[in-house]
């Protein structure tokens, strides 16, 4: 049975919701800072 393999990894599915949602947010502060840091030398450096 996958389904008992992967909650039994993942926990509950409230921790996997929670989970899930912690790493998107982490993710997207992580992108939006990359994009901010790579967007300013890009606009000051001269093509």
Request: net charge positive.
């Amino acid at each position: 049975m996958p389904q008992q393999i992967t909650w039994q990894a993942m926990g509950t599915p409230k921790q996997s919701r929670r989970r899930a949602a912690y790493r998107s947010a982490v993710a997207g502060t992580i992108l939006g800072l990359a994009r901010i840091i790579d967007a300013s030398p890009q606009r000051r450096r001269p093509a």
